[in-house]
Nanobody
């Protein structure tokens, strides 16, 4: 499984970005997809995940109400809509996947990782 994330960039506080992650896999609908992020000098942290059935989602407290994860199985793509961005959201965002399983907030269950896309929020 290869994951290609894009959509990062520089945005002012209060603005929005939408990240996309395209997966090269035949059975995309069987994969739980997630987003993690890593800020400079900090550990990688969970952002959001969506179950392989598409019916369950999970969000970090820091992004609840501002970020929305969704998926389009026909396009093998998962999205992260980020609204009301704040400087603390500045990080490299990584797309990740695991075969079935729940939308875990732990990084260890995820088997595949993309290369990351950088998001910078200016104050």
């Amino acid at each position: 499984v290869q994951l290609q994330a894009c959509g990062g960039g520089l945005v002012q506080a209060g603005g929005s970005l939408r990240l996309s992650c395209a997966a090269s896999v035949r059975t995309f609908s069987s994969y739980t997809m997630g987003w993690f992020r890593q800020a400079p000098g900090k550990e990688r942290e969970f952002v959001a995940a969506i179950g392989w059935s598409g019916g369950s989602t999970n969000y970090a407290d820091a992004v609840k109400g501002r970020f929305t994860i969704s998926r389009d199985n026909a396009k093998n793509t998962v999205y992260l809509q980020m609204n009301t961005l704040i400087p603390e959201d500045t990080a490299v965002y990584y797309c990740t996947a695991r075969f079935r399983g729940g939308p875990s907030p732990q990084h260890s269950p995820y088997d595949y990782w993309g290369q990351g896309t950088e998001v910078t929020v200016s104050s």
